[in-house]
């Protein structure tokens, strides 16, 4: 899928106009996962074509001095990762020192720009836009965020500059995609797998690398692994923004089948490691946690225990993950995180035939059937798996308006217990029979 950014300096209305694209498609997430999300980034679609939308600025928290520090850095990240960029400004504030700034690193860029002018809200406004010319820009695109309006022909541009997605562009093999936070030891990971020093392994952040997928064989099983710690090249890069980690992941988990989120144990499952958790549940992919340099954890017997109840606490509600604990320095478990992949690889693939699923699942309903709504007794009568490539069940009811998440819950914890849906999200929709 395309991936487009928004760019600009604070207070222009990037996250309004993030908020808008994004909205219709949200409600319709949230209702089936109930869970908190990150708020900048999110799927948006028009005129059919379905694309990544990342608000950059989102991820600034401080005082504008701070943005001003990173401008440069989220514009040329924008740059490497986004298929085409949304440069948003202000017509209330006019042409400011930093759009000029901003503008100067688009221009070098051969990636689509779009100048933006937002909050032309009015007639008036339209005339002011004018002096944004001197940005440089062949075209601008005059828009409200707040009321919508010019949002039209920008998106139809828009679409029209983001690639084809060819579905079979990658090789068929299944991709794992190494995840997490500089520094969590998802090179070292790799490194051992492949016993062998093609990557560089080494403390300073963004040491110069490239992207590389490794084709690896293991327990007679063929796949891809994609390292996004390669993809890690500009030095002086403060990765440590919540920011670096989401957007250099983006893409990589989009193009996988099974996320392999590593996570520095001595450190925590904190909220930059959660963003990237539910970026992998939102696009519906397995995960597998590996909790790495255990080696330097002091444990006791109830260690293990302590550290997976914690993780999966900060995983709720999909708490279905495998959790590893491994070092990548001892190579203690690491063939252990890689079957167990393949596992979660294997569970998202898994199909269910309706029979079994209908013999299975029907007398569990019976047993316990949805509460009564309005007084009106709401009858599930038949399920089905869908042919997506992620598991998606339809079960079939005379008012399926009435069945409430709780109720979803309960049939996806019987399908986890039923049948082992281990790492992998599940979606349940309710359909009218
Ligand atoms: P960001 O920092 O770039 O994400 O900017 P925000 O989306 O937070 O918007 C900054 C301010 O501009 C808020 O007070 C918005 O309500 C306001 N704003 C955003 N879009 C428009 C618009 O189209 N017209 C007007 N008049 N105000 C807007
Ligand atoms: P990346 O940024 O996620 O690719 O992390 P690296 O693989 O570059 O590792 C960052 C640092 O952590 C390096 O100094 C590694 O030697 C160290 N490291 C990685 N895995 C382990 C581990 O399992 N145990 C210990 N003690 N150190 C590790």
């Not at 005339?127 to 440089?136: I, N, P, Q, T």
Request: charged share 30%; glycine share 6%; hydrophobic share 40%.
């Amino acid at each position: 899928m395309s991936i487009v950014a928004i760019v600009g300096r604070p207070n222009v209305g990037k996250s309004t106009f993030f908020n808008r694209l994004i909205q219709r498609r949200e409600a319709i997430v949230d209702s089936v996962s109930g869970v908190t999300r990150d708020r900048h980034y999110g799927k948006s679609d028009w005129n059919g074509k379905e694309f990544s939308l990342i608000d950059t600025g989102g991820y600034v928290v401080g005082s504008d001095d701070i943005f001003e520090e990173e401008i440069d850095r989220q514009v040329e990240l924008a740059i490497d990762e986004a298929d085409a960029i949304l440069f948003m400004v202000d017509v209330e504030n006019g042409v400011t020192g930093m759009d000029e700034e901003v503008a100067q690193l688009l221009r070098r860029s051969k990636k689509p720009v779009f100048l933006v002018v937002n909050k032309v809200d009015a007639a008036n406004r339209v005339h002011d836009a004018v002096e944004f010319y001197s940005l440089g820009f062949e075209k601008y695109y005059p828009i409200s965020s707040i009321n919508g309006s010019g949002s039209g022909d920008l998106l139809d541009d828009l679409v029209q500059v983001l690639p084809e997605t060819q579905e079979d562009e990658e090789s068929d093999l299944p991709r794992f995609a190494v995840v997490g936070r500089p520094n969590a030891g998802k090179s070292s990971f790799i490194n051992a797998l492949i016993g062998e020093e093609r990557f560089v392994v080494t403390d300073i952040a963004g040491t110069t690398r490239d992207s590389i997928d490794t084709k690896y064989n293991r327990f007679g099983f063929e796949f891809n692994l994609v390292d996004t710690a390669g993809i890690r090249r500009k030095s002086k890069v403060k990765e440590d923004l919540e920011f670096y980690s989401v957007m250099r992941s983006v893409r990589a988990i989009e193009h996988c089948d099974v996320v392999i989120l590593v996570f520095d144990a001595t450190r925590g499952f904190d909220g930059q490691v959660q963003n990237i958790f539910w970026l992998a549940h939102r696009n519906n992919k397995g995960v597998v946690i590996l909790a790495n340099k255990w080696d330097l954890v002091e444990k006791d017997h109830k260690t293990t225990k302590e550290m997976e109840a914690y993780v999966k606490k900060q995983c709720e509600p999909f708490t279905d993950v495998p959790i590893v604990f491994m070092s990548a320095l001892t190579k203690q478990r690491i063939y252990k995180a890689i079957e167990t992949a393949v596992d979660v690889y294997k569970n998202r693939s898994k199909r269910i035939k309706t029979s079994k699923l209908n013999d299975t699942m029907l007398p569990l309903i019976e047993a316990t059937p949805p509460p009564a709504y309005k007084g009106k007794y709401v009858k599930i009568k038949f399920c089905t798996q869908l042919p997506t490539p992620y598991p998606c069940f339809a079960f079939f009811c005379n008012l399926p308006q009435y069945l409430k998440d709780p109720y979803k819950r309960f049939l996806e914890n019987q399908l986890r217990n039923q049948f082992d849906f281990n790492g992998v999200p599940i979606t349940i929709y309710f359909r009218k029979k």
